[in-house]
């Protein structure tokens, strides 16, 4: 049996998943003191003792950079303490996941900027139609439905996350746009 | 008892086992080239350096202790102060790897690093002691009654005795990092041909100031005294200066044992007359003199019985007093 616990702290939400469930509460900053308590009600909750866990994924974002070390960071050393592999998946994706069709991805940052990418979600699968890339926020062509400041999904983070750890494992490097 | 210590607190990384109190394995990966052509530590490459190597480093020094990561018995990593998005990534690495071991977690003061290491070689010294912390970033004068208990006595009221050898130097034409520099051409000068007063003359406290000195060498300079007796009497005067404070301290404390880290430490002068004052000196082994990760193992040694009320729940923090906690 695989089980991935995902981790994701690239938006102002930190993301907590697994294949069947997510937590996904709004912090703006202290993701890194938050982080620990709300691991562990999330396992609680889902029933999943960390022993269960067969792989990490957490999110390259673009996001943050101090904010997506923490997940990272946090990953990679829950991985090496659990010995399982790890495996970075990219946040954007994990959003447009909570959707189907065209779906353009927004995250802003501050002073009118954002971090934008298109995608095409049939199903579980999804296609890269626009790389995540830095914008202005009011010069976006978007495609498709629009979804602005959403975070990623739980669930998607851990279904990227499997297919990650096969094809990447190991490749954590944030996305630094 | 092994301790997996974890300090990213600048600009390297740095991962220590620590056995029982010893050192097993101290692994740093410096970043000094890549910060060197920007004059400086840039906080974000520092960080995105921490990040790419920290795991590997860990997997290293277990490897070299012939460990897993399920026989460690406790996490340790620095909290602060520092740069924050550094500290960051060794900081929260040590609690994930804490929690999936379900280890304790210890915090640990950057300071406290420095002091510990320099016991090392020194297991049988117990507090009381004092501890003097001079580099190029902090001139600190301890008094530690306890493991993990700190009274500041007293700090610089300006300059880090080490910025003061660094700013001297420079306005003697000398190269980075000046301290080596000045004691070097102050071999060659006589101290005697200058006129350059001593700091704080008459204070009661443990204060430090060095920015005066600074001036006063630039004055020496402009009234065409010889490089070389302008750097003999700043290294006198110096010295000096820092000899007196801790002396005056060991003589108020009734303490005779003193911790002596920071590259200023390496002072050969300052060694001597610390030890002609008949204080009982400990440095810190050469490894463990700069930032490195042991020394946060080291400490979390001392003081990991300290009970701390959820260590995981402690942010990190960019600016952080020992004396506090
Ligand atoms: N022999 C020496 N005499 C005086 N100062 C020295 C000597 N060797 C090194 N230093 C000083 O120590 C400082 C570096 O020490 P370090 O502990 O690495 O400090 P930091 O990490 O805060 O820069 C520099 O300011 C340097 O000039
Ligand atoms: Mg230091």
Same mark, same amino acid.
């Not at chain 1, 990272?72 to 970075?88: E, F, H, S, T």
């Not at chain 1, 069709?101 to 890269?128: D, F, H, K, M, W």
């Not at chain 2, 979390?300 to 960019?318: F, G, I, K, V």
């Given at each position: 049996?695989?089980?991935?616990?995902?981790?994701?702290?690239?938006?102002?939400?930190?993301?907590?998943?697994?294949?069947?469930?997510?937590?996904?509460?709004?912090?703006?900053?202290?993701?890194?003191?938050?982080?620990?308590?709300?691991?562990?009600?999330?396992?609680?909750? +889902?029933?999943?003792?960390?022993?269960?866990?067969?792989?990490?994924?957490?999110?390259?974002?673009?996001?943050?950079?101090?904010?997506?070390?923490?997940?990272?960071?946090?990953?990679?050393?829950?991985?090496?303490?659990?010995?399982?592999?790890?495996?970075?998946?990219?946040?954007?994706?994990?959003? #447009?996941?909570?959707?189907?069709?065209?779906? +353009?991805?927004?995250?802003? +940052?501050?002073?009118?900027?954002?971090?934008?990418?298109?995608?095409?979600?049939?199903?579980?699968?999804?296609?890269? +139609?626009?790389?995540?890339?830095?914008?202005?926020?009011?010069?976006?062509?978007?495609?498709?439905?629009?979804?602005?400041?959403?975070?990623?999904?739980?669930? #998607?983070?851990?279904?990227?996350?499997?297919?990650?750890?096969?094809?990447?494992?190991?490749?954590?490097?944030?996305?630094?746009? | 008892?092994?301790?997996?210590?974890?300090?990213?607190?600048?600009?390297?990384?740095?991962?220590?086992?620590?056995?029982?109190?010893?050192?097993?394995?101290?692994?740093?990966?410096?970043?000094?080239?890549? @910060?060197?052509?920007?004059?400086?530590?840039?906080?974000?490459?520092?960080?995105?350096?921490?990040?790419?190597?920290?795991?590997?480093?860990?997997?290293?020094?277990?490897?070299?202790?012939?460990?897993?990561?399920?026989? !460690?018995?406790?996490?340790?990593?620095?909290?602060?102060?520092?740069?924050?998005?550094?500290?960051?990534?060794?900081?929260?690495?040590?609690?994930?790897?804490?929690?999936?071991?379900?280890?304790?977690?210890?915090?640990?003061?950057?300071?406290?690093?420095?002091?510990?290491?320099?016991?090392?070689?020194?297991?049988?010294?117990?507090?009381?002691?004092?501890?003097?912390?001079?580099?190029?970033?902090?001139?600190?004068?301890?008094?530690?009654?306890?493991?993990?208990?700190?009274?500041?006595?007293?700090?610089?009221?300006?300059?880090?005795?080490?910025?003061?050898?660094?700013?001297?130097?420079?306005?003697?034409?000398?190269?980075?990092?000046?301290?080596?520099?000045?004691?070097?051409?102050?071999?060659?000068?006589? =101290?005697?041909?200058?006129? !350059?007063? *001593?700091?704080?003359?008459?204070?009661?406290?443990?204060?430090?100031?060095?920015?005066?000195?600074?001036?006063?060498?630039?004055?020496?300079?402009?009234?065409?005294?010889?490089? *070389?007796?302008?750097?003999?009497?700043? /290294?006198?005067?110096?010295?000096?200066?820092?000899?007196?404070?801790?002396?005056?301290?060991?003589?108020?404390?009734?303490?005779?044992?003193?911790?002596?880290?920071?590259?200023?430490?390496?002072?050969?002068?300052?060694?001597? /007359?610390?030890? *002609?004052?008949?204080?009982? !000196?400990?440095?810190?082994?050469?490894?463990?003199?700069?930032?490195?990760?042991?020394?946060?193992?080291?400490?979390?040694?001392?003081? @990991?019985?300290?009970?701390?009320?959820?260590?995981?729940?402690?942010?990190?923090?960019?600016?952080? =007093?020992?004396?506090?906690?």
């Amino acid at each position: 049996m695989v089980l991935v616990l995902a981790i994701d702290t690239a938006t102002p939400y930190l993301v907590l998943g697994l294949p069947h469930a997510e937590r996904a509460i709004r912090l703006e900053r202290r993701h890194a003191e938050v982080l620990w308590p709300e691991l562990e009600a999330f396992l609680q909750q +889902t029933g999943v003792s960390l022993k269960e866990l067969t792989g990490i994924a957490v999110g390259r974002g673009p996001g943050s950079y101090t904010g997506l070390r923490v997940g990272i960071a946090a990953g990679l050393g829950l991985a090496r303490g659990l010995g399982i592999p790890v495996a970075g998946v990219e946040t954007l994706e994990a959003v #447009a996941l909570r959707h189907q069709g065209p779906v +353009t991805v927004i995250q802003r +940052t501050r002073n009118a900027l954002c971090y934008a990418a298109c995608y095409v979600v049939e199903g579980s699968q999804v296609q890269v +139609t626009q790389p995540p890339h830095r914008a202005r926020f009011d010069e976006v062509v978007p495609t498709g439905l629009l979804t602005i400041d959403e975070p990623p999904s739980g669930q #998607a983070l851990a279904a990227l996350g499997l297919a990650a750890l096969k094809a990447r494992p190991g490749q954590v490097e944030p996305l630094y746009l | 008892m092994w301790i997996l210590g974890i300090d990213t607190s600048c600009d390297d990384t740095g991962v220590g086992l620590v056995r029982d109190g010893a050192v097993v394995v101290n692994r740093v990966a410096s970043q000094t080239l890549l @910060h060197q052509r920007y004059g400086g530590v840039v906080p974000e490459l520092a960080s995105r350096e921490h990040i790419q190597l920290i795991d590997g480093l860990v997997q290293q020094a277990l490897d070299e202790a012939g460990l897993k990561a399920a026989d !460690l018995d406790l996490i340790a990593a620095t909290r602060g102060p520092g740069l924050i998005g550094a500290l960051l990534v060794g900081y929260t690495y040590g609690k994930g790897l804490a929690f999936a071991l379900g280890r304790p977690f210890v915090p640990v003061h950057h300071l406290e690093g420095h002091i510990y290491a320099a016991l090392a070689e020194h297991p049988e010294v117990e507090p009381p002691f004092l501890a003097l912390i001079a580099s190029g970033g902090h001139t600190h004068l301890f008094e530690v009654p306890a493991w993990g208990t700190y009274r500041l006595l007293g700090a610089t009221l300006d300059d880090a005795a080490g910025e003061a050898f660094d700013k001297a130097a420079r306005l003697l034409g000398l190269g980075y990092p000046g301290g080596p520099e000045i004691e070097r051409l102050a071999g060659q000068g006589d =101290p005697g041909k200058v006129p !350059l007063a *001593a700091p704080l003359q008459g204070q009661e406290g443990f204060a430090f100031s060095f920015s005066g000195l600074k001036t006063a060498v630039a004055r020496a300079l402009e009234k065409g005294y010889a490089p *070389a007796d302008i750097a003999a009497r700043f /290294q006198q005067v110096a010295v000096g200066h820092i000899v007196q404070v801790v002396t005056r301290a060991a003589r108020h404390t009734g303490l005779s044992t003193v911790l002596v880290t920071g590259g200023v430490a390496q002072n050969t002068p300052l060694k001597a /007359q610390l030890q *002609a004052a008949g204080l009982r !000196l400990m440095f810190p082994p050469r490894g463990l003199a700069t930032d490195n990760g042991a020394m946060i193992a080291l400490a979390a040694w001392r003081t @990991h019985t300290r009970n701390l009320h959820n260590p995981m729940a402690l942010p990190a923090a960019a600016y952080l =007093p020992l004396d506090a906690g």
